[in-house]
């Protein structure tokens, strides 16, 4: 491919950028993550509750549950934390985690018992949303595990996989993965959800000008499932691993 088809990072239109997934990061969570999309690092953490909220009591299941945040200087210029609670981006974040996540555990198997998930940005450049669902499944499968390990648990509650990735349209072609500059002057831009079995979860698309035609969804979505399905491989490769604890795509 010549370089005139080649992104201003100098990656190709179906290319993801460097992805790197790092367990067990943090000290105290039963599962913690920092995955990495380039310039992108989001610290994914799991921690286990043995209580469910108040709809949930007494019905024998479980909950999984998310939150979502940027540290102030995550981004080119300061920016205040939220101390008056989340904003009304992080809440959209942190519930599409949330579903995310609960679509590929059954919370039957779980018991009655909370995941919490923290996802903190400290740097972003794009796609942090689609970095925390894919960071935070292999968190929370880390957690989880060791209910199973200890015999909490008599086996998995995990279905299948599940991970994120963006795609759009920046200068009238079809890209993966996109980074801030991309995102910032992309004609469509969006975000797709899918689950190993290449099931769909959630898919959130924008065209900001010019509406587009289905034979361009069709286009964005197989380009959202190939890149999908690496990161796929990638958790899968990081969960049947022992000892190593960094893995790249």
């Known amino acids: ?56 009591k007494g019905q ?11 540290l102030p200087r995550s981004t080119n210029t300061r920016m205040n934390r939220e ?20 679509s590929v555990v059954e919370m039957a198997k779980l018991g009655e018992r909370t995941v919490w998930v923290d996802c903190d940005v400290v740097q972003a450049d794009g796609g942090t949303r689609t970095a925390a669902i894919t960071g ?12 199973v390990k200890t015999g909490a648990l008599p086996g998995s509650p995990l279905r299948d ?4 990735i963006s795609v759009g349209v920046v200068g009238n072609r079809p890209v993966l993965d996109l980074n801030y500059v991309e995102d910032s002057t992309a004609e469509v831009d969006m975000n797709v959800v899918m689950t190993g079995a290449g099931a769909f979860v959630e898919v ?11 034979a361009r969804l069709d286009e964005l979505l197989a380009l959202a499932g190939d890149g999908i399905g690496r990161l796929v491989d990638l958790q899968r490769r ?11 795509l």
């Not at 101390?83 to 609960?102: A, D, H, K, W």
């Not at 968190?139 to 060791?146: E, L, P, S, T």
């Not at 990081?238 to 790249?248: C, M, N, S």
């Open 60 to 70: 024998g299941k479980g909950w999984v549950t998310a939150e979502y945040g940027m």
């Open 238 to 248: 990081a969960l049947a691993a022992r000892d190593d604890k960094q893995f790249r």
């Open 1 to 56: 491919m010549t370089t005139t088809h080649l992104r201003q990072d100098g990656r190709r239109p179906d290319q993801l950028r460097p992805v790197t997934i790092t367990r067990d990061y943090l000290r105290h969570p039963e599962g913690s993550v920092l995955v990495e999309f380039g310039d992108t690092k989001v610290i994914c953490t799991a921690s286990l509750e043995d209580k469910v909220p108040p709809f949930l």
């Open 204 to 214: 959130q698309g924008t065209a900001e000008q010019t509406p587009f035609p289905k």
């Open 136 to 147: 935070a499944f292999v968190a929370v499968a880390d957690a989880i595990g060791r209910l």
């Open 161 to 164: 996989c599940v991970a994120a």
């Open 83 to 102: 101390r008056g609670g989340p904003s009304g981006r992080s809440q959209e974040i942190q519930r599409l985690v949330g579903r995310s996540l609960r």
